[in-house]
């Protein structure tokens, strides 16, 4: 059974995936060894995968968890000169429970399409300020990389929710950081830099086992989109 959803939210983000470019091909296809603003095209990486960070599922206690499959979407800034896509389009599976007696959530989170593999995760917790008003923190690292370049993304985001019925709204903000250093070229460049984000959505979760989400999020530069599909057992 357990496999069979797993499969389920793994399908749900193949169609997304099939029409992107591959990420590490467009980057060689388009990047100037020191002539390409190689910080733009980094902090729009840091605000592709900082997306994932709202993932606003409430797992179970261990050994109850969430599998889910989400898809980021995100305009490149108008000084990143290498990506040549309107829009880079990432889908990224994500797994969640909780630590025993800690009450302290547990993620990992990984892709591995459009020529780009990322492996993450982070550490979560989640509280009531008031009987209707849920809070959640979060800090998540994700090492990832292309034919063409390895990266490193640090983040910290917090989320403030209510439910209402089957429906759970919610705004957030966070904070990427990003380490991109270049490979496979005669002179190897590095970069260093981070941007604030911030973000509104709505989970949606009509059956117990069944969620879904879609959000906007926003940062200095440039904005984008990220959906998905999640089951909890």
């Known amino acids: 059974m357990k496999k069979l959803l797993y499969v389920f939210v793994l399908l749900?983000?193949?169609?997304?995936?099939?029409?992107a470019k591959d990420m590490g091909d467009d980057f060689h296809d388009h990047y100037v060894?020191?002539?390409?603003?190689?910080?733009?095209?980094?902090?729009?990486?840091n605000g592709l995968i900082g997306t994932v960070d709202f993932h606003t599922g409430r797992p179970k206690n261990?050994?109850?968890?969430?599998l889910g499959a989400s898809v980021s979407v995100f305009k490149p800034s108008s000084e990143n000169n290498i990506s040549s896509d309107s829009y880079t389009v990432l889908p990224f599976l994500v797994a969640e429970t909780k630590i025993p007696?800690?009450?302290?959530?547990?993620?990992?989170?990984?892709?591995?399409?459009?020529?780009?593999?990322?492996?993450?995760g982070g550490l979560t917790y989640q509280m009531t300020l008031v009987e209707f008003l849920n809070?959640?923190?979060?800090?998540?690292y994700d090492n990832g990389r292309t034919d063409w370049y390895k990266n490193d993304h640090y983040?910290?985001?917090?989320?403030?929710?209510?439910?209402?019925?089957?429906?759970?709204?919610?705004?957030?903000?966070?904070y990427d950081y990003g380490k991109l250093k270049t490979r496979?070229?005669?002179?190897?460049?590095?970069?260093?830099?981070?941007?604030?984000?911030?973000?509104?959505?709505?989970?949606?979760?009509?059956?117990?086992?069944?969620?879904?989400?879609?959000a906007y999020t926003i940062t200095k530069d440039s904005h984008g989109f990220t959906g998905g599909l999640g089951v909890s057992f």
């Open 135 to 140: 809070l959640s923190f979060g800090a998540f």
């Open 12 to 19: 749900a983000a193949v169609p997304f995936a099939a029409q």
């Open 155 to 174: 983040s910290a985001s917090a989320i403030a929710s209510t439910n209402v019925l089957f429906l759970t709204p919610y705004i957030g903000v966070g």
């Open 184 to 214: 496979g070229y005669t002179s190897n460049e590095s970069v260093s830099n981070g941007t604030p984000r911030g973000m509104v959505g709505l989970n949606v979760h009509p059956f117990p086992l069944l969620t879904g989400f879609v």
């Open 62 to 66: 261990f050994p109850g968890i969430n």
């Open 33 to 45: 060894p020191g002539v390409s603003n190689l910080k733009a095209y980094n902090r729009d990486l």
């Open 101 to 120: 007696y800690l009450d302290v959530g547990v993620v990992a989170r990984g892709t591995s399409a459009n020529g780009y593999t990322s492996l993450g």
